[in-house]
């Protein structure tokens, strides 16, 4: 119960009480002499040190200075509580929720204060029958109370409030609301929305509709202009020059104001260090983007950040990045004893070629092939070779067991009786002679799997064409038990046969990379079909740059934190951008961590003696940089309950501050009761004047 | 009458006689004075006007002499100085320090015959310095009429904020806080006006007092009943 004020500030118009004591206590001298006929009957008398001792008419005084607080009150625009209004409106319990948006889009200005604010005016106003649950939500909603009738308790929840990371979801805390409503035995139930209602975080066909009877109260924090400059992507493009490489940043960026920005800096920080600034201009409502120059990559991670802008919401001014050094999949080719020099020529060539990954390809003839030449290598390519035999043989199949990648080419000198006893048992399908196809203008690829990651890249129209590709030859396969057809020839005989072997993946290939028993090797499609394949069997995953704020990252796959490696007892410790520490026990099976707040995420294993580490880079969600605002209209209609006959089940009351001082209009009674007292105090101070003469 | 009847007679016979009647205006700085309306001179101005004018229309001879701290104008009586007596009264300009004294002396010795002289003057002077200076035509056998006029605020002191009062003749200024001096203030004015009224009437000098914001037709008929109740007395 009790009043507050909307324009505080106004409170210090207080001071204009000293006017009617200045007037009491000191009577001004005329600044102009009485002109009088004789002096002979006035005596002189010093008056001041009479004058200014005593204050004389009491209520006169009383009356203006109360008149000038009445004044000042209601310039500083004063409304009597919200929920004590609802309060005395209505006697009966309530069951009241309270759901506090503290998604990123409540930083902007002052949203988060007002937001606490009226928090803690709605918790003052609930009576002692009444409880509430305060919901704390951004893309997820937590109910940070239980129900109570605890006004301290609340008040703790409220002050251990913070604002989070998160993008804004209504639809998760509406639905919490609404399963607390529907337990509740209180005969009256009321939820409180108190949020800047960004748009982007309603979508009406995930609208929870409340309990019928229960009320829905909106306190709108919105801003009408609300001005926001993001960083809403920075790309890393890797070149290689002269043995060095560079990065290339291209930074992109969002105006949601309605008024342009020139000549914005913005800035790109390399390790903490402002190495290059340029300007931007954004159109009002558009995006521009912004490329720098490139910045030389050194052999480990490099943490980047791209900043632009400075206003009310700060958090979207940066954009973080990682940039990870090049690391290359080592490929092993291995051709057959009689093999001529260019014999894995197409292979060699269009694995020469990519930075992401790179490829690191060596040669071998399958009879020189000795064991150490398999170690360290993440493919083997067995270009028209047989499997190896001995102990070169073995490192390959553990190879491939641990995780490697085998890709088997059927061509010409690959007869099933070149290979060694048992070996052709590691593949998934089952080869022999070749197929003649050589009249009527060769074969073609019919099927595809382009659900497969080799093939996934070619899935849309125009990105690759396999169909004019000629067979002329290829080896009769027949598919395994456990493998998969991702490619078959229009006579319906399978051209690739992937299987499992171990924890890694085999691939075999009906024809050949030569050019000889088909013309693939000359298509624009084998560059990225070979490329694709050796990444598939390398299991490459490519790096990410930087993360949303609100993923869960699987710090198993980290490739820096080698998973496989660590020790059974190791204890993974996560750093965050505040600093705030996490510790992850793999052996708990739990590798997951999540990123709440944006910034740089340094994870490294807890102790000495281990040194690998990996740095994350997270990043606020683009969407919440826009503020547009919803029409909470649209929202109380979707969520509050209708009769049959269509009105509104519940009143709508909005709690804004200024909508109450509006309705209640406190203003204008003290306004008036400063002019009734005003026009009293003319009245007896002429009337006090006259008695005086 | 004797001679022929051998008998006593008293004869009784009315006879009009034509009078001097100077009017003594004193036109110091202090009657340049309005706290509303009209000043004391002006004031003072019509009353001398209309005074002449009733005595002219009785055949009387007028005449007027405008003092300040001495003579400054000097009509005497005469039965055609009315028009110049209504000249001066127009054109006369408030100045100089009233003083009643030395300005009355030398009326007294330059009008030899008996008149009827009425002296109009606020008065600010210590009450027995003005029956003295008013007793010297007195003592010549005139007629002495005294006229007072005084401003409403010279008696009521309704001021109410503090300054500095100027005296109009002096020039000298005074910080002043009426509300603290106004008491005291009426107390010393009705002193000195009851003063006055007493010593002037004990001596049989005619005294009235005029109020500036009191219509002067008004009082001019009251003072003339009250001379003619006492004429009749005599």
Same mark, same amino acid.
């Given at each position: 119960?009790?009043?507050?004020?909307?324009?505080?500030?106004?409170?210090?118009?207080?001071?204009?009480?000293?006017?009617?004591?200045?007037?009491?206590?000191?009577?001004?001298?005329?600044?102009?002499?009485?002109?009088?006929?004789?002096?002979?009957?006035?005596?002189?008398?010093?008056?001041?040190?009479?004058?200014?001792?005593?204050?004389?008419?009491?209520?006169?005084?009383?009356?203006?200075?109360?008149?000038?607080?009445?004044?000042?009150?209601?310039?500083?625009?004063? %409304?009597?509580?919200?929920? +004590?209004?609802?309060?005395? #409106?209505?006697?009966? =319990? /309530? $069951?009241? *929720?309270?759901?506090? !948006? &503290?998604?990123?889009?409540?930083?902007?200005?002052?949203?988060?204060?007002?937001?606490?604010?009226?928090?803690?005016?709605?918790?003052?106003?609930?009576?002692?029958?009444?409880?509430?649950?305060?919901?704390?939500?951004?893309?997820?909603?937590?109910?940070?109370?239980?129900?109570?009738?605890?006004?301290?308790?609340?008040?703790?929840?409220?002050?251990?409030?913070? %604002?989070?990371?998160?993008? +804004?979801?209504?639809?998760? #805390?509406?639905?919490? =609301? /609404? $399963?607390? *409503?529907?337990?509740? !035995? &209180?005969?009256?139930?009321?939820?409180?929305?108190?949020?800047?209602?960004?748009?982007?975080?309603?979508?009406?066909?995930?609208?929870?509709?409340?309990?019928?009877?229960?009320?829905?109260?909106?306190?709108?924090?919105?801003?009408?202009?609300?001005?926001?400059?993001?960083?809403?992507?920075?790309?890393?493009?890797?070149?290689?020059?002269?043995?060095?490489?560079?990065?290339?940043?291209?930074?992109?960026?969002?105006?949601?104001?309605?008024?342009?920005?020139?000549?914005?800096?913005?800035?790109?920080?390399?390790?903490?260090?402002?190495?290059?600034?340029?300007?931007?201009?954004?159109?009002?409502?558009?995006?521009?983007?912004?490329?720098?120059?490139?910045?030389?990559?050194?052999?480990?991670?490099?943490?980047?950040?791209?900043?632009?802008?400075?206003?009310?919401?700060?958090?979207?001014?940066?954009?973080?990045?990682?940039?990870?050094?090049?690391?290359?999949?080592?490929?092993?080719?291995?051709?057959?004893?009689?093999?001529?020099?260019?014999?894995?020529?197409?292979?060699?060539?269009?694995?020469?070629?990519?930075?992401?990954?790179?490829?690191?390809?060596?040669?071998?003839?399958?009879?020189?092939?000795?064991?150490?030449?398999?170690?360290?290598?993440?493919?083997?390519?067995?270009?028209?070779?047989?499997?190896?035999?001995?102990?070169?043989?073995?490192?390959?199949?553990?190879?491939?067991?641990?995780?490697?990648?085998?890709?088997?080419?059927?061509?010409?000198?690959?007869?099933?009786?070149?290979?060694?006893?048992?070996?052709?048992?590691?593949?998934?399908?089952?080869?022999?002679?070749?197929?003649?196809?050589?009249?009527?203008?060769?074969?073609?690829?019919?099927?595809?799997?382009?659900?497969?990651?080799?093939?996934?890249?070619?899935?849309?129209?125009?990105?690759?064409?396999?169909?004019?590709?000629?067979?002329?030859?290829?080896?009769?396969?027949?598919?395994?038990?456990?493998?998969?057809?991702?490619?078959?020839?229009?006579?319906?005989?399978?051209?690739?046969?992937?299987?499992?072997?171990?924890?890694?993946?085999?691939?075999?290939?009906?024809?050949?990379?030569?050019?000889?028993?088909?013309?693939?090797?000359?298509?624009?499609?084998?560059?990225?079909?070979?490329?694709?394949?050796?990444?598939?069997?390398?299991?490459?995953?490519?790096?990410?740059?930087?993360?949303?704020?609100?993923?869960?990252?699987?710090?198993?796959?980290?490739?820096?934190?080698?998973?496989?490696?660590?020790?059974?007892?190791?204890?993974?410790?996560?750093?965050?951008?505040?600093?705030?520490?996490?510790?992850?026990?793999?052996?708990?099976?739990?590798?997951?961590?999540?990123?709440?707040?944006?910034?740089?995420?340094?994870?490294?294993?807890?102790?000495?003696?281990?040194?690998?580490?990996?740095?994350?880079?997270?990043?606020?969600?683009?969407?919440?940089?826009?503020?547009?605002?919803?029409?909470?209209?649209?929202?109380?209609?979707?969520?509050?309950?209708?009769?049959?006959?269509?009105?509104?089940?519940?009143?709508?009351?909005?709690?804004?501050?200024?909508?109450?001082?509006?309705?209640?209009?406190?203003?204008?009674?003290?306004?008036?009761?400063?002019?009734?007292?005003?026009?009293?105090?003319?009245?007896?101070?002429?009337?006090?004047?006259?008695?005086?003469? | 009458?004797?001679?022929?009847?051998?008998?006593?007679?008293?004869?009784?016979?009315?006879?009009?006689?034509?009078?001097?009647?100077?009017?003594?205006?004193?036109?110091?700085?202090?009657?340049?004075?309005?706290?509303?309306?009209?000043?004391?001179?002006?004031?003072?101005?019509?009353?001398?006007?209309?005074?002449?004018?009733?005595?002219?229309?009785?055949?009387?001879?007028?005449?007027?002499?405008?003092?300040?701290?001495?003579?400054?104008?000097?009509?005497?009586?005469?039965?055609?100085?009315?028009?110049?007596?209504?000249?001066?009264?127009?054109?006369?300009?408030?100045?100089?320090?009233?003083?009643?004294?030395?300005?009355?002396?030398?009326?007294?010795?330059?009008?030899?015959?008996?008149?009827?002289?009425?002296?109009?003057?606020?008065?600010?002077?210590?009450?027995?310095?003005?029956?003295?200076?008013?007793?010297?035509?007195?003592?010549?056998?005139?007629?002495?009429?005294?006229?007072?006029?005084?401003?409403?605020?010279?008696?009521?002191?309704?001021?109410?904020?503090?300054?500095?009062?100027?005296?109009?003749?002096?020039?000298?200024?005074?910080?002043?806080?009426?509300?603290?001096?106004?008491?005291?203030?009426?107390?010393?004015?009705?002193?000195?006006?009851?003063?006055?009224?007493?010593?002037?009437?004990?001596?049989?000098?005619?005294?009235?007092?005029?109020?500036?914001?009191?219509?002067?037709?008004?009082?001019?008929?009251?003072?003339?009943?009250?001379?003619?109740?006492?004429?009749?007395?005599?």
């Amino acid at each position: 119960m009790g009043f507050s004020f909307l324009a505080p500030v106004f409170l210090a118009g207080v001071a204009a009480i000293a006017i009617p004591i200045i007037i009491h206590l000191t009577h001004r001298e005329r600044k102009e002499a009485i002109a009088f006929p004789s002096l002979m009957f006035v005596r002189k008398i010093p008056y001041r040190t009479v004058r200014r001792q005593k204050i004389r008419h009491w209520l006169l005084f009383l009356m203006r200075s109360l008149a000038v607080i009445l004044v000042v009150a209601a310039f500083a625009r004063p %409304l009597l509580d919200s929920s +004590t209004q609802a309060v005395a #409106a209505f006697s009966t =319990a /309530r $069951e009241l *929720v309270i759901l506090l !948006d &503290r998604s990123h889009s409540m930083a902007y200005g002052d949203r988060w204060s007002r937001a606490v604010d009226a928090t803690r005016r709605t918790v003052n106003g609930i009576g002692p029958d009444d409880r509430a649950t305060l919901i704390l939500f951004a893309e997820r909603a937590d109910a940070v109370s239980q129900p109570t009738a605890d006004r301290a308790v609340l008040q703790a929840a409220i002050d251990a409030a913070e %604002l989070s990371s998160g993008v +804004t979801r209504y639809g998760p #805390a509406l639905q919490l =609301a /609404r $399963e607390i *409503v529907e337990r509740t !035995d &209180r005969p009256r139930s009321e939820v409180v929305l108190i949020s800047d209602f960004q748009k982007s975080g309603w979508d009406p066909r995930q609208a929870v509709r409340l309990p019928e009877g229960a009320e829905f109260t909106i306190v709108n924090l919105s801003d009408a202009e609300a001005a926001n400059l993001a960083v809403i992507d920075a790309a890393v493009l890797r070149t290689r020059s002269g043995g060095r490489e560079s990065a290339i940043i291209s930074a992109r960026f969002i105006n949601s104001s309605g008024m342009a920005l020139e000549d914005v800096r913005a800035s790109l920080i390399i390790d903490g260090q402002a190495v290059q600034e340029q300007a931007v201009n954004v159109e009002a409502g558009g995006s521009a983007s912004l490329q720098f120059a490139p910045v030389v990559v050194p052999g480990r991670p490099v943490r980047g950040v791209v900043r632009a802008g400075d206003d009310a919401l700060s958090g979207d001014n940066s954009f973080h990045f990682v940039i990870e050094p090049e690391q290359p999949i080592r490929v092993l080719i291995v051709e057959p004893r009689a093999a001529g020099p260019d014999h894995s020529l197409f292979l060699r060539r269009a694995l020469s070629i990519g930075s992401r990954p790179g490829f690191e390809v060596e040669v071998r003839r399958v009879t020189r092939l000795g064991p150490g030449d398999v170690d360290g290598r993440s493919v083997v390519i067995l270009n028209d070779a047989p499997f190896p035999d001995g102990e070169a043989g073995r490192r390959l199949r553990a190879l491939v067991e641990d995780g490697g990648g085998l890709l088997v080419a059927l061509g010409r000198r690959n007869p099933p009786g070149v290979w060694p006893e048992g070996s052709t048992a590691l593949l998934p399908a089952s080869f022999g002679g070749p197929v003649e196809r050589a009249s009527g203008g060769g074969g073609t690829l019919s099927y595809l799997d382009y659900d497969h990651p080799v093939f996934n890249l070619f899935r849309t129209p125009r990105s690759g064409d396999f169909s004019a590709a000629r067979f002329f030859r290829y080896r009769m396969m027949q598919s395994g038990e456990g493998s998969r057809e991702l490619a078959r020839f229009d006579d319906g005989d399978a051209a690739l046969v992937e299987g499992r072997l171990g924890a890694g993946a085999v691939l075999v290939w009906a024809s050949d990379f030569e050019n000889f028993w088909n013309d693939l090797a000359v298509q624009p499609v084998f560059l990225p079909f070979t490329h694709e394949i050796v990444k598939h069997l390398a299991g490459y995953r490519e790096p990410d740059s930087w993360m949303a704020v609100g993923q869960v990252v699987d710090l198993s796959l980290v490739p820096e934190l080698a998973a496989d490696e660590l020790p059974e007892d190791a204890e993974l410790l996560v750093a965050g951008p505040t600093g705030g520490n996490t510790v992850i026990s793999p052996a708990e099976d739990s590798w997951y961590v999540r990123l709440d707040e944006p910034g740089f995420y340094e994870v490294g294993l807890a102790g000495d003696g281990d040194d690998r580490s990996a740095v994350l880079a997270a990043n606020l969600d683009p969407v919440e940089s826009d503020l547009t605002a919803l029409d909470p209209e649209e929202m109380v209609g979707a969520v509050v309950a209708r009769t049959e006959a269509g009105a509104a089940a519940a009143p709508i009351i909005t709690l804004s501050a200024e909508d109450l001082e509006r309705r209640q209009a406190l203003w204008w009674y003290l306004l008036a009761g400063a002019a009734v007292l005003l026009l009293a105090e003319t009245l007896i101070s002429n009337r006090v004047t006259r008695a005086t003469n | 009458m004797f001679g022929r009847t051998d008998r006593y007679y008293v004869k009784e016979f009315e006879a009009d006689t034509n009078a001097n009647f100077l009017v003594v205006l004193d036109i110091s700085r202090s009657m340049d004075y309005a706290s509303e309306g009209i000043s004391k001179l002006d004031y003072a101005r019509y009353l001398a006007a209309c005074m002449s004018h009733f005595s002219r229309q009785q055949r009387d001879r007028v005449g007027i002499v405008t003092i300040a701290e001495d003579i400054v104008d000097f009509v005497p009586p005469s039965a055609k100085h009315l028009d110049m007596v209504l000249h001066v009264i127009d054109r006369l300009e408030p100045g100089g320090q009233g003083s009643l004294s030395v300005p009355l002396l030398k009326i007294a010795e330059a009008t030899h015959r008996r008149s009827i002289i009425a002296v109009i003057s606020d008065l600010y002077d210590d009450p027995e310095n003005v029956l003295r200076a008013v007793s010297i035509l007195k003592n010549k056998g005139n007629d002495v009429l005294v006229f007072q006029i005084l401003d409403p605020a010279e008696i009521n002191f309704p001021f109410d904020q503090a300054a500095h009062f100027e005296d109009l003749e002096s020039g000298e200024r005074i910080p002043v806080v009426p509300e603290r001096q106004r008491e005291q203030y009426r107390e010393l004015m009705n002193n000195h006006l009851s003063e006055l009224s007493r010593l002037l009437i004990e001596n049989r000098i005619d005294y009235f007092l005029f109020d500036t914001s009191k219509p002067l037709d008004h009082a001019l008929f009251s003072y003339l009943s009250r001379r003619e109740k006492a004429g009749r007395l005599r």
